[in-house]
Structure formats: C-alpha cells, structure tokens
C-alpha cells in the first residue's frame, strides 16, 4: 500500500520508500532509508536492540534469502512530528515452505528524510490453535505452556 505524503523526506514518504524497497527487495534501497547511527529498541525484548544501518542491511540480507517472497504491508499509520506509528504486517515462506508472518507496530522517527530510530513491537503470528490461557499468560500463572510454580506457602 503506498499512501502519498506531499513532503519527500516526510516520515510517511520515508516509510513507502522502505516498503518499496522491501518488496522489491532491494537490499541497498532499503539500508539507504536508514542514518548510519540508526537505533533500534525492541520494549518487549530489551536485548534484541541494536544500533547502525550495517545491521539492519545483514539482517534484511538474511531474512531476504531466507524468505525469498516476503512481503511487507502497511494496514495503519499515524504521523505525530517527526515520528510515523506504523501497523505492519509481513508475510512470506521460509525456503523450506514454512510460513514467515509478524504483525504489529513500528514506531519510527525521521528525521531529514531519513529513519534514525524505531521502537519495534513486531511478534510472529501464531496459527496453531491453543486453549484460550490469555488471561494465565499475562498474569503469569502459565510459563512457556507450563503452569507456574506454587508459592510456597
């Protein structure tokens, strides 16, 4: 989905041109739309964060040649400033035919026609169907499928 920005180096037009690239896999196209000092934070997963554009390049390197017809769409997005919230989702199959899909929010900041930072909240999709322990996994009364251990008493 391409959503017209009337600024070039606005956040929206940054954010088509990272979809463009990612979807055309263009590996270079899509490093260019990151600064060199780009820092990436992960608030669910603190030590998944990492910092620079060589990163990000190795990273789409690899999930390009992992996930040779992986896809990226915008459903939502909302531009406060400098920062887009962005509703992502990605789509595609691992070479072995295995389903690669994440969906969730990227919040980026832009700044001179180019993303410096994210806050990402990307997670995979899980197909597989479960008993309805939503409520036990948020107040961790289940671990990992596992119920938690009793409190001593």
């Given at each position: 989905m391409t959503l017209t920005d009337?600024?070039?180096?606005?956040?929206?037009?940054?954010?088509?041109?990272?979809l463009e690239a990612t979807n055309k896999h263009d590996l270079e196209g899509l490093a260019a739309c990151f600064a060199p000092g780009y820092v990436n934070e992960t608030p669910a997963h603190p030590t998944r964060g990492f910092t620079g554009r060589d990163t990000i390049r190795s990273n789409w390197e690899q999930l390009f040649t992992g996930v040779p017809d992986i896809k990226a769409h915008l459903l939502s997005h909302s531009v406060n400033g400098s920062s887009i919230w962005t509703e992502l989702h990605l789509k595609g199959a691992w070479r072995d035919g295995t389903p690669h899909e994440m969906t969730g929010v990227i919040i980026f900041g832009v700044d001179g026609g180019i993303i410096n930072s994210a806050r990402f909240y990307l997670e995979p999709v899980e197909k597989a169907a479960a008993l309805d322990d939503t409520a036990d996994r948020v107040t961790h009364r289940v671990t990992h499928g596992r119920p938690a251990a009793e409190p001593a008493q």
């Open positions: 009337a600024d070039e180096a606005g956040p929206l037009a940054v954010i088509n041109r990272l």
